[in-house]
DNA sequence: GCAAAAGTGTTGCTAATACACCCATGC
DNA sequence: GCATGGGTGTATTAGCAACACTTTTGC
């Protein structure tokens, strides 16, 4: 019984085109310099460091391929078919994660390094198409159901900003009216008493995230705090 | 950068007692003979075959370990810190089932092998309480939103049955009432026109479960149908 | 008849939606 | 003033929880 080769890879997330109007959710694709599927793109990733965590590799991977920090990252899945790749058997653990779309400019400078419309995806190698279908689903499903755009946004911004982020990622429009009493009612945002000015209109409060809630959170971990201090959750 | 090893744990779940009064959640553990740990009681578990994918073995875990057949069968989540084995360093890729409690019967006679109430676990080997706390979540989350106690009983059943089976798993009191009617409108279980004769009362209907949905549904996979055919998600 | 659980009806609460309308700024 | 989005009020609706009530069996 051999065992298989073990690698970390990661679904990048990010809008490009943040504050304006037309934001497209996008996403970096590596191309591949070796065989299998040499000159294919894939998802960033590699092996794993001996005394680094999954999330921690994940990370790594991130900062490695964008020179971005993610401002979210989840476990997505491990997959593990025997055949997902022609040569050594190996088995993936895949995260997912979000980075701020104004950063944008940090991106390195690398002919072998490339951002994609999540909707327009270049053929991809192994099975990463089906991987970032997945992540698709779980990123649209998370920020549906837990009314938060954890890591798209600067540290500050207005409600209209979070709804665009929304919007985008979901791909559909939203009442402005009811996305600020639920947000607002959701708690997990607070006003900071400051407005944008220089706006040809009313002047917006800007907000910003509540909790410090760790940039990395392992889902167990955090389903501990939740059990811990019931309400939290939900 | 030395290669962890790849290991396939499973977290059984199953009710002892099905179809009486008070039925108790329960996991079966097995005594480590060997060190690390030796002698304390661990999830099963062991490496990954050549041929087999993580579901595969996460099933074949169950099999060898119980004697018994997975009715359910999901992955929960990959544990990797460098620091959650003594010895070497160990990835394990968690995966969680239900089995039917009627086949308890079946059930190796194995001294190395226990059922334990799932509320009062003796201590255990590695990170496996952290696992299991976050299994059990896990199986209480996705009851309550899927509403379907999708392992735990006879092909057909009452719907008395299937609400013990939620108020055993949930350790909360349902209303009869509600509970028929959200099930009936979920649409996940059809009446078989059959009544379950013998009781002191009225005879209630027996009902099966409805499309019957892959044993084994591995996230991702389970997306693709759900995006082909709008509708079966939710 | 009586006990017990199956099964139905009704009411009220809450949360999401649709949409009308007022507010404050730049020009 | 006027345009533009920020921000608020309100009516409608759907889903769920609470609970009263009727039905059908065994004894």
Do not use: C
Not at 26 to 50: C, H, K, M, N, Q
Not at 68 to 95: K, M, T
Not at 104 to 131: C, G, K, M, S, Y
Not at 158 to 171: D, G, I, P
């Amino acid at each position: 019984m051999t065992q298989p080769d073990l690698a970390v890879s990661t679904v990048i997330f990010a809008l490009r085109g943040t504050s304006s109007e037309n934001m497209v959710l996008s996403l970096p694709l590596v191309r591949r310099i070796r065989s299998p599927f040499e000159g294919t793109w894939a998802l960033p990733g590699g092996p794993l460091g001996d005394e680094e965590d999954l999330a921690q590799a994940a990370g790594r991977n991130l900062r490695d391929t964008t020179g971005l920090e993610p401002r979210y990252l989840e476990q997505l899945y491990a997959f593990g078919q025997p055949d997902r790749s022609p040569d050594n058997r190996v088995v993936s653990i895949v995260y997912w994660a979000l980075v701020g779309g104004d950063e944008f400019a940090a991106t390195f400078d690398d002919e072998n390094v490339q951002w994609f419309d999540a909707d327009d995806l270049p053929t991809l190698a192994f099975d990463h198409a089906l991987i970032v279908e997945y992540a698709l689903w779980r990123l649209r499903n998370k920020l549906e159901y837990s009314r938060l755009a954890h890591g798209f946004l600067e540290p500050t911004f207005t409600l209209a900003q979070l709804r665009k982020v929304y919007e985008a990622v979901l791909k559909r429009r939203l009442d402005p009216g009811n996305f600020r009493r639920t947000v607002e009612a959701s708690g997990q945002v607070v006003p900071t008493g400051e407005r944008l000015a220089g706006t040809n209109h009313r002047p917006p409060q800007l907000y910003r995230f509540n909790t410090a809630q760790g940039l990395i959170d392992p889902d167990p971990l955090t389903i501990r705090t939740a059990l811990t201090h019931p309400g939290v959750a939900s």
